[in-house]
């Protein structure tokens, strides 16, 4: 069905010609389900079906010319269809394009003379072509420019070049848009352009983790030496115990004897000493002095660094019994 509706008809023009070929052919077709095969193929031929059929090929169909006596007002509106679409055309052309196309016959002629006159031949249209992909190579942010204006001359260009049916795809189009931008909109360098690319090798997270299993080992080692070394304050217990059936004697928690050495002097002095005063102590007990005296049993020193003077050492005498 035809729709009479002539009104909001784009203007022509050289400039925007582009645009003008996409909201025309959006009117056109909005005019009738058939004008593009008007745009493309010509005037509608009105056609019925041939009853003779050829013997050799009986069950193909044919189609002959009808007759104008035997057209309906279906068909009449059909074959209207290629005037309708001319005066679409005529009423947004301007006097001198008009005169450039006015001896064109057909609405197909008419739309494809427009089209050479503002695209021109093949051999032009591959020149625009190569001319605004030179721009888009060399699109860049002007100074003072806002986003919005980048972006509304970037689509500019893309436009131009779908117009022409040359489509780029979405990576160009977002790689152009981000180089497109100043050094203060780059948070870094291109992978492409690092210096120092980062290669993957072989075997390089186990070293990692090796490194760090070392690294918690020598942590655990130095935490444990530190508490031996507060624990180094060495004292001697000793506890005499008697009994009817045994003679021998343990350390015990309420004698306690912490001894400090300076020097291997003084630890000497100090080892004899302990050994006398025991020895008295055994006498005053009544033990035998023969079994049970301290300098026939075995004295173990240990020394070990201390913690407030370098010089000074930590003794620990532990006496083990005579068996």
């Known amino acids: 069905m035809v729709n009479n509706m002539d009104?909001?008809?784009?203007?022509f023009?050289?400039?925007?010609?582009?645009?003008?070929k996409i909201m025309m052919e959006a009117h056109l077709y909005a005019l009738h389900d058939c004008m593009w095969m008007v745009l493309e193929?010509?005037?509608?031929?009105?056609?019925?079906?041939?009853?003779?059929?050829?013997?050799?090929?009986?069950?193909v169909v044919q189609y002959i010319p009808k007759p104008k006596e035997k057209w309906d007002d279906r068909d009449c509106k059909k074959h209207n269809l290629d005037n309708v679409a001319k005066a679409a055309i005529f009423k947004t052309l301007d006097p001198i394009t008009f005169s450039k196309i006015k001896h064109l016959k057909t609405a197909m002629e008419i739309w494809q003379g427009l089209g050479k006159l503002c695209e021109g031949s093949e051999d032009l249209r591959k020149h625009k072509i190569e001319v605004?992909?030179?721009?888009?190579?060399?699109?860049?942010?002007?100074?003072?420019?806002?986003?919005?204006?980048?972006?509304?001359?970037?689509h500019k260009i893309l436009n131009d070049l779908a117009s022409l049916n040359h489509v780029l795809s979405p990576k160009e189009k977002n790689v152009r848009l981000l180089r497109s931008l100043p050094t203060e909109w780059k948070p870094g360098h291109w992978k492409s352009a690092c210096p120092y690319p980062k290669v993957k090798k072989y075997g390089e997270r186990e070293r990692n983790?090796?490194?760090?299993?070392?690294?918690v080992a020598a942590e655990s080692d130095e935490s444990s030496s530190s508490s031996s070394d507060e624990e180094a304050l060495v004292c001697m217990e000793r506890r005499t115990e008697k009994s009817n059936h045994e003679n021998r004697w343990t350390m015990s928690e309420d004698d306690?004897?912490?001894?400090?050495?300076k020097d291997d002097?003084?630890?000497?002095?100090?080892?004899?000493?302990?050994?006398?005063?025991?020895?008295?102590?055994?006498?005053?007990?009544?033990?035998?002095?023969?079994?049970?005296?301290?300098?026939?049993?075995?004295?173990?020193?240990?020394?070990?660094?201390?913690?407030?003077?370098?010089s000074s050492k930590k003794m620990?005498?532990?006496?083990?019994e005579k068996n």
């Open 316 to 320: 620990k005498i532990v006496i083990i």
């Open 7 to 11: 009104h909001g008809l784009p203007k």
């Open 132 to 154: 605004i992909l030179e721009k888009f190579k060399s699109f860049k942010m002007l100074p003072g420019e806002s986003f919005g204006m980048l972006d509304e001359r970037f």
């Open 256 to 261: 306690t004897l912490c001894l400090m050495a």
């Open 209 to 215: 983790e090796k490194k760090k299993k070392a690294m």
């Open 41 to 59: 193929d010509g005037p509608l031929k009105i056609q019925m079906e041939n009853l003779e059929r050829n013997p050799a090929n009986p069950d």
């Open 13 to 20: 023009s050289l400039l925007g010609y582009d645009d003008w």
């Open 265 to 310: 002097v003084d630890q000497e002095n100090l080892i004899e000493e302990f050994v006398e005063s025991k020895n008295n102590q055994f006498e005053r007990n009544g033990d035998d002095i023969s079994d049970s005296t301290v300098n026939k049993r075995k004295i173990e020193v240990e020394h070990c660094d201390g913690d407030r003077d370098e």
